[in-house]
């Protein structure tokens, strides 16, 4: 009896369940919340091993990392995050893109909350991960104390922090330039009328593109080039013990990899449509048989010789062909015929 009664419950919980994942699964299957996942998980997916090669390069003092390990981690990062969402939302990964995009008119401005909401999500997602993962490293090489800056700082793992020698608008100059130049060479990457990469390619290219804005021009504000990419990790680290420091560092440094980057983006993207996208010749459109919908008229005239007499005198007969299939080479005719295309 008492098996029957766990039978019944089964059952029961069954029925009562199914509907609910009906729904879920409807609920899914929208295309905004296939996009809203899609840019969460491959901001996710970029930021954890972004920000994992950074917590090497910092907690293993340069013995398991590198400034080079930064840029190949957070580089092919991007590659994979590409890889998870490049054909569901476009994988932008990168507010400043989906501003852009928005902005000239690429990505509806409905799209825009949804795409950064998710971006900010998984970035702040990712930035929990590292944490859970680093956090007895990051307390033995602080020696338990949590510091924004000194020999001991830690919060740089997360987010950046402009150094000594940079003053707050040569770091504003800097995140605007190379947010600037990563659009322009995004577009050029993309722009099917230009020298786009290979199909298949492009999430690779685009993961190079990020690597070498790193090793070449990486040093001076850390390259946040992203607000979906900083200020996320810098909440989190506000909430997980670093304090208020992590907004005041570097004379208030928080809100330029926020701003810079949007101003940045807009102008690059700008630039590359003003004086390469729009004056890239445009080939006629081309279509896979040449002669489809295409009409010839073909006037025969009759033959010089003698021709066997007709109840109807013999006059130049106008043919009109349709041709919506391959045309068969014409064999020679002793005809004269002209031939007009329309």
Not at 80 to 88: K, L, Q, R, S
Not at 135 to 142: Q, T, V
Not at 221 to 228: D, I, L, Q
Not at 280 to 309: A, D, F, Y
Request: hydrophobic share 45%; with cysteine.
């Amino acid at each position: 009896m008492g098996l029957g009664c766990c039978f019944r419950y089964t059952g029961t919980s069954k029925m009562l369940f199914q509907p609910a994942i009906m729904r879920i699964r409807e609920t899914l299957q929208k295309q905004i919340v296939r996009e809203f996942l899609a840019e969460f998980l491959s901001m996710y997916v970029m930021m954890v091993f972004g920000l994992g090669s950074v917590a090497h390069m910092v907690l293993g003092e340069n013995k398991f990392g590198s400034f080079l390990g930064v840029n190949l981690g957070f580089g092919f990062g991007v590659t994979m995050g590409v890889h998870v969402a490049g054909n569901i939302s476009g994988a932008h990964m990168n507010a400043a893109i989906t501003f852009t995009s928005c902005a000239l008119g690429r990505t509806p401005w409905k799209k825009f909350p949804v795409y950064v909401l998710a971006q900010f999500l998984g970035s702040f997602m990712a930035a929990a991960t590292i944490y859970c993962l680093f956090h007895k490293a990051i307390f033995h090489f602080s020696n338990g104390q949590l510091t924004v800056t000194g020999p001991t700082a830690t919060a740089g793992i997360f987010a950046t922090y402009l150094p000594d020698y940079m003053t707050l608008w040569q770091g504003f100059l800097d995140e605007m330039l190379l947010t600037g130049i990563l659009q322009l060479c995004i577009f050029a990457i993309t722009d099917k009328e230009n020298n786009p990469a290979l199909q298949g390619m492009q999430a690779l290219v685009i993961g190079i593109l990020v690597v070498i804005i790193g090793v070449s021009l990486g040093m001076n504000s850390g390259y946040a080039v992203n607000p979906s990419r900083d200020l996320p990790p810098r909440f989190f680290t506000f909430i997980a013990g670093w304090g208020k420091q992590v907004f005041r560092a570097g004379e208030n440094w928080w809100w330029v990899p926020v701003v810079a980057p949007l101003l940045g983006a807009y102008i690059g993207g700008i630039v590359y449509l003003v004086f390469i996208g729009s004056n890239i010749p445009r080939k006629p459109q081309r279509l896979t048989n040449p002669v489809v919908h295409e009409t010839h008229r073909i006037t025969v005239l009759p033959k010089t010789g003698p021709q066997p007499s007709m109840s109807h005198p013999i006059t130049p007969v106008s043919v009109t062909l349709d041709i919506r299939t391959s045309v068969q080479p014409v064999p020679p005719l002793n005809d004269s015929i002209a031939l007009e295309h329309f």
